[in-house]
């Protein structure tokens, strides 16, 4: 069983940056592939990042450029450094581990807004 909780979201100015973290207990976080989605109110949840057990990255067209995922494995925490946050990157964030098996975290808001 592998439990995944987010933190590092809050309210950040359009143009300011935030990073959010992913810390995953169990065991073989290094085997998952990792990603983060978003809900923003009244739309799908949507894949913002993603990151394999061998490193490589993807990310949806809406943060590529602005958004960067990493992992670190010594930690079992996977991160999502945001930058030129703009008011619709507001939403719900989530983490989501997945090996075989399908993990996903609590969810972390983010709210970008002068």
């Known amino acids: 069983q592998v439990q995944l909780v987010e933190s590092g979201g809050g309210l950040v100015q359009p143009g300011g940056s935030l990073r959010l973290s992913c810390a995953a207990s169990?065991?073989?976080?290094?085997?998952?592939?990792m990603d983060w989605y978003r809900q923003a109110p009244g739309k799908q949840r949507e894949l913002v990042a993603t990151i394999s057990s061998g490193g490589t990255t993807g990310y949806g067209d809406s943060v590529k450029g602005r958004f960067t995922i990493s992992r670190d494995n010594t930690k079992n925490t996977v991160y999502l450094q945001m930058n030129s946050l703009q008011p619709e990157d507001t939403a719900v964030y989530y983490c989501?581990?997945?090996?075989?098996?399908?993990?996903w975290g609590q969810g972390t808001q983010v709210t970008v807004s002068s």
């Open positions: 169990g065991s073989f976080f290094s085997r998952y592939t």
């Open positions: 989501r581990g997945h090996w075989g098996s399908d993990y």
